[in-house]
C-alpha cells in the first residue's frame, strides 16, 4: 500500500511537471499542488482513454489531460484577476 502511495506520488509529480512546462506562462504551483494536476491530468486520461479506446492512457495522454488543467487554472485566475 505504501508503494502504490509513493509511485501515486511520484507519477503525479512527473505528469504534472510535463504539464505545467507544455503550457507557456508562469505556472505559480507548490509541489503539491503540481502532484494533484499530475493525478487529476492521469485521471483524465485514463477515463477518456477507457472510454474511447477501449485502454488505458499513457504518459501522453496523461500529460495532455495535466496540461489541460493547468490551461483551466490559468484561466480562471485571469477571470478573478480581471473582476
Do not use: E, K
Not at 508503494?3 to 510535463?18: D, H, Q, R, T
Not at 492521469?42 to 477501449?54: D, K, T, V, Y
Amino acid at each position: 500500500m505504501i508503494l502504490f502511495i509513493l509511485g501515486l506520488i511520484l507519477s503525479g509529480l512527473v505528469v504534472g511537471a510535463l504539464g505545467r512546462l507544455a503550457i507557456p506562462g508562469p505556472n505559480p504551483m507548490s509541489i503539491g499542488m503540481t502532484i494533484l494536476v499530475g493525478i487529476g491530468g492521469s485521471l483524465i486520461a485514463g477515463l477518456a482513454a477507457g472510454l474511447l479506446l477501449g485502454r488505458g492512457a499513457g504518459l501522453l495522454l496523461s500529460v495532455v489531460g495535466a496540461a489541460l488543467i493547468v490551461w483551466l487554472l490559468q484561466r480562471s485566475q485571469g477571470r478573478r484577476a480581471a473582476y
